[in-house]
């Protein structure tokens, strides 16, 4: 079991940056591949970026490739989303999951793929 806690939104305004940080329990946690995932309203929950287990490998949503990178220290128990160059239509409740296929290097982009979630953090850019 895996308990998430999202911290870092806020208001910024266009072209600004975020640091988003996801502190997991538990002693497992640089067992799980991570991912953060972000619903604007009115529309579905959509993929932004993840990390293998190990921090090897990464991948992102091609909205946010060269502005945003995930990173992890598993000796924190953390995971981090920086953002840079943030746009409007970046605003969206961002939220960090734990994938259940621990010790995988596979990166799942799907919201179904991943067993664990945080509340969340609201991330507002302003134009």
């Known amino acids: 079991q895996v308990q998430l806690v999202e911290s870092g939104g806020g208001l910024v305004q266009a072209g600004g940056s975020l640091r988003l940080s996801c502190v997991a329990s538990?002693?497992?946690?640089?067992?799980?591949?991570m991912g953060w995932f972000r619903q604007a309203p009115g529309k579905e929950r959509e993929f932004v970026a993840a990390?293998?287990?190990?921090?090897?490998?990464?991948s992102y949503a091609n909205s946010v490739k060269g502005r945003f990178t995930i990173s992890r220290d598993n000796a924190k128990n953390t995971v981090y989303l920086q953002m840079n160059s943030l746009k409007p239509d970046d605003t969206a409740v961002y939220h960090c999951?734990?994938?259940?296929?621990?010790?995988?290097?596979?990166?799942?982009?799907?919201?179904?793929?991943?067993?664990?979630w945080g509340q969340g953090t609201r991330v507002t850019v302003s134009s």
């Open positions: 999951a734990a994938d259940g296929l621990t010790y995988s290097n596979m990166i799942r982009t799907r919201p179904t793929s991943y067993d664990y």
């Open positions: 538990g002693r497992t946690f640089s067992s799980y591949p």
């Open positions: 990390i293998s287990w190990n921090g090897g490998s990464t």
